[in-house]
């Protein structure tokens, strides 16, 4: 019986291991081909001597997606409003470039897109600091003066 559990526990090591592997990897492929993106949308901003507010919010989408890599090479986490404000910027963007497009529904469509987004990322927040995790209670008690 013990050798049972012994041999599935390294299974289950292996298995988890491979899977940080192919995580890990992933998630390489992912920030390079962000960062080649980001670079090939400066070089179109000067190529074109022109820098839209369309292209300043494709930008921070970029960017957005690296600091949510980072956060979760950082912690091992990641946090729900990374993406939340992905898609805060994404609507945003795509409302103003489609904007003469649009009817005025629409228009109302994604602008309470991103404010339910906006809400959902305060309820996110205010449950996180009304409510914290373990790890964290016990983080904020090792250093009182650390401010979030």
Known sequence: MDIRS???DRLRKFFSSGLDIVEY???LVIAFATTIAMYQEALGMIESHRVALADLLLMFLFLEVLAMIGQYFKSGQLPVRFPLYIGMVALARYLILDLKEMTEWRMLAVAAAIFLLTIA??????GHVRYPYREDADEKLSKP????
């Open 6 to 8: 012994h041999t599935f």
């Open 25 to 27: 990897a992933g998630l």
């Open 121 to 126: 990322v305060l309820a996110i927040r205010y």
């Open 145 to 148: 003066y650390v401010r979030e």
